[in-house]
């Protein structure tokens, strides 16, 4: 099947940029996701892009798309103790499920 | 709003014994969804409810099945847990299945099979 891949873990400096990266492989993928998870809690949607941009800006998170390589990114600035979290990337496209990446841990050491 | 709940929050099972995890949503949103949360595996889709009256597998349903109850109520139910079954578990609700597809999710049941 489609797979959604991202590393585990991530740390970093409070203060520091984070960014978390995901590769994916259906080329037809028509929306790509940004959820993260704290601990005991649900996901909740951080941001979204569709497949035909290549960069969205939200105050603190930047999510960049290379659609070519088939690889997104979320880009936290001035990362702050509360974004440590679990981030999960996801994909999806018309009258199809959603999948998801195993998520990544970010630890923002003060 | 509540959003979308579970209950209930943390459950134990022996083998073989069943057990009905509920969901609720009061968004008025046609789909529903579980998932099953594993370490390193991400979410996977258990099974779906398109819409009120239907539902379809997903990625792993194997040893489970669902209820579509009404538009808020999405029931998973464990007939004969096996500890393979240990994971949390989570409702999602979204709008449409069919388009951009934002779902909402509860806050998860904990489940362990000895």
């Known amino acids: 099947g489609e797979d959604v891949e991202q590393s585990l873990f991530l740390s970093v400096r409070e203060g520091d940029s984070s960014v978390i990266n995901c590769t994916y492989t259906d080329s037809s993928s028509t929306y790509l996701y940004w959820y993260k998870q704290e601990p005991g809690a649900g996901l909740q949607l951080l941001t979204y892009?569709?497949?035909?941009?290549d960069m969205k800006q939200d105050q603190r998170l930047t999510v960049l798309l290379n659609k070519k390589d088939k690889h997104l990114s979320l880009r936290i600035a001035d990362t702050q103790t509360g974004d440590s979290a679990i981030y999960f990337c996801a994909e999806s496209k018309e009258d199809d499920d959603m999948r998801f990446g195993a998520g990544t841990r970010l630890t923002v050491k003060p | 709003n509540a959003g979308v709940t579970q209950t209930p929050k943390f459950q134990v099972l022996k083998t073989g014994q069943s057990m009905t995890l509920q969901c609720a949503q009061d968004?008025?949103?046609?789909?529903m969804y579980w998932y099953r949360q594993d370490p390193g595996m991400g979410l996977r889709l258990i099974y779906y409810s398109a819409s009120e009256g239907t539902t379809d597998k997903g990625e792993v349903p194997n040893g489970y099945n669902v209820s579509r109850l009404n538009k808020r109520e999405f029931s998973l139910r464990l007939e004969s847990a096996a500890p393979s079954q240990t994971s949390v578990y989570f409702c999602?609700?979204?709008?449409?299945?069919?388009?951009?597809?934002?779902?909402?999710f509860g806050p998860g049941t904990r489940l362990t099979v000895l």
């Open positions: 999602a609700s979204s709008g449409d299945h069919s388009s951009y597809n934002e779902q909402f």
């Open positions: 892009i569709f497949s035909n941009m």
């Open positions: 968004m008025n949103h046609n789909s």
